[in-house]
Nanobody
């Protein structure tokens, strides 16, 4: 069984910063793509950023230049550094990863961590 556990959410004022972490544990041989998604109240879940094993990244236009995704392959952990936060960044942030335990890749989600940005 594989688990993704997020941490680092909280309440911050506009213009502030937060760093989210997501650690994968369990039967893991290879982790390919890792990413962050978010869901605001009344809205659909949306992509924030992704990173693949080789380090290539992809960002939503709304966070480019403010957020940075990174990963530590030795720790099976992905990070999201969020700077210059805006009230519209308020959402539950979910970690997502494509993980192989030896029999192909499965997609996993974390439980989510709340990020609230006050104006």
């Amino acid at each position: 069984q594989v688990q993704l556990v997020e941490s680092g959410g909280g309440l911050v004022q506009a213009g502030g910063s937060l760093r989210l972490s997501c650690a994968a544990s369990g039967r893991i041989l290879v982790i390919n793509r890792m990413g962050w998604y978010r869901q605001a109240p009344g809205k659909q879940r949306e992509l924030v950023a992704t990173i693949v094993t080789g380090g290539s990244t992809n960002y939503a236009d709304s966070v480019k230049g403010r957020f940075t995704i990174s990963r530590d392959n030795a720790k099976n952990t992905v990070y999201l550094q969020m700077n210059s936060l805006k009230p519209e960044d308020t959402a539950v942030y979910y970690c997502n990863a494509d993980i192989s335990g030896g029999y192909g890749y499965l997609n996993y989600w974390g439980q989510g961590t709340q990020v609230t940005v006050s104006s």
